[in-house]
């Protein structure tokens, strides 16, 4: 996530406490906590990750899954754009 410290930006990661938490937490400007599924560019989630997510969603918490580098710079570029954000 050096694409996310690049941008100023704090990116985290997250200790499993349990089956299916996310890989990273990833605060931006404004106070904002994002949480991000790293996989590989053929990675899938697994039914704990698909279910961690789905209950995040019930409690209004996006998790973005991003697979491969690539996607993480895109990713990162979409979320500043959505955000109005630039470099910290």
Do not use: F, N
């Amino acid at each position: 996530m050096s694409a996310c410290r690049r941008e100023g930006w704090k990116a985290i990661k997250l200790m499993p406490s349990e089956k299916g938490v996310p890989d990273r937490m990833v605060i931006i400007p404004g106070g904002e906590i994002l949480l991000v599924e790293l996989k590989t560019e053929t990675g899938r989630l697994s039914p704990a990750q698909r279910e961690w997510h789905r209950r995040a969603g019930v409690l209004g918490v996006h998790v973005y899954v991003v697979k491969g580098p690539k996607e993480v710079k895109q990713w990162v570029e979409s979320i500043k754009q959505s955000k109005g954000l630039g470099p910290v």
